[in-house]
């Protein structure tokens, strides 16, 4: 079966810095995507990789190792605004994406 | 650019009744939209996959008769929850693509409530 491992959980302080992991186990694989989602909204698009390395972009960096089946997002300079949920996405081979169940970011001031 | 609405963005409903959701792409043609159901503190449940001019590939466990969806253009889709009952209150969302890449636009969301 497919399957996309997240913690269900973390807390960090604002201004320090957090990496939230994603494991994954999936028929194929065409990318990996990270979503942010406010409680009672919709997601919002943070990222993509598909070849193995880091991106960054501000204060967010995604990472991704295709031989582990291995992603994290980290953010750095944590803001309040960050508390929210981070969702891990796979594009198996049949171009369909497969959601973690999000792990939920508790920003402590 | 590529911009989903959804209509409405919260209905009340009593139970037995139906209710219909617009998911439009507002700057881009969408070939595939996808209908999400999430329900307090919980993931994203797809709920089906639609292409433009054909018939919705519906997940596991949902049932199309209920969940009734249109894709009649590419840049609107339809989902009509029939005969309506308090368990299918929920947050329900849309999202889209194109032909182009795999990223999901989403829309905005429709909470749904039902008495």
């Known amino acids: 079966g497919q399957n996309i491992d997240q913690p269900t959980e973390m807390t960090a302080t604002e201004g320090a810095i957090v990496q939230i992991n994603c494991t994954y186990q999936t028929s194929g694989f065409n990318g990996l995507f990270w979503y942010q989602q406010h409680a009672g909204e919709a997601p919002t698009f943070l990222s993509y990789n598909v070849l193995d390395g880091l991106e960054e972009k501000g204060r967010f960096s995604s990472f991704l190792s295709r031989s582990k089946g291995y992603s994290y997002l980290l953010l750095k300079e944590l803001q309040m605004k960050d508390s929210a949920s981070y969702l891990c996405?796979?594009?198996?081979?049949?171009?369909?994406?497969?959601w973690g169940a999000g792990t939920k970011l508790i920003i402590k001031p | 650019g590529a911009v989903v609405s959804q209509h409405p963005s919260w209905v009340i409903c009593k139970s037995g009744t139906s209710v219909k959701i617009e998911c439009r792409s507002l700057?881009?043609?969408?070939?595939?939209m996808f209908w999400y159901r999430q329900f307090p503190k919980q993931s994203l449940m797809l709920m089906a996959t639609?292409?433009?001019?054909?018939?919705?590939?519906?997940e596991q466990g949902v049932e199309k008769d209920k969940f009734l969806i249109n894709h009649a253009s590419l840049t609107l889709s339809t989902l009509t929850v029939t005969s309506a009952h308090p368990e299918d209150s929920s947050f329900y969302i849309c999202?889209?693509?194109?032909?182009?890449?795999?990223?999901?636009?989403f829309g905005p969301g429709t909470r749904l409530t039902v008495t």
């Open positions: 639609s292409n433009e001019g054909s018939k919705a590939t519906y």
């Open positions: 996405a796979v594009v198996d081979s049949n171009y369909q994406l497969i």
């Open positions: 999202s889209a693509r194109t032909s182009v890449d795999y990223e999901q636009y």
């Open positions: 700057d881009f043609q969408a070939t595939t």
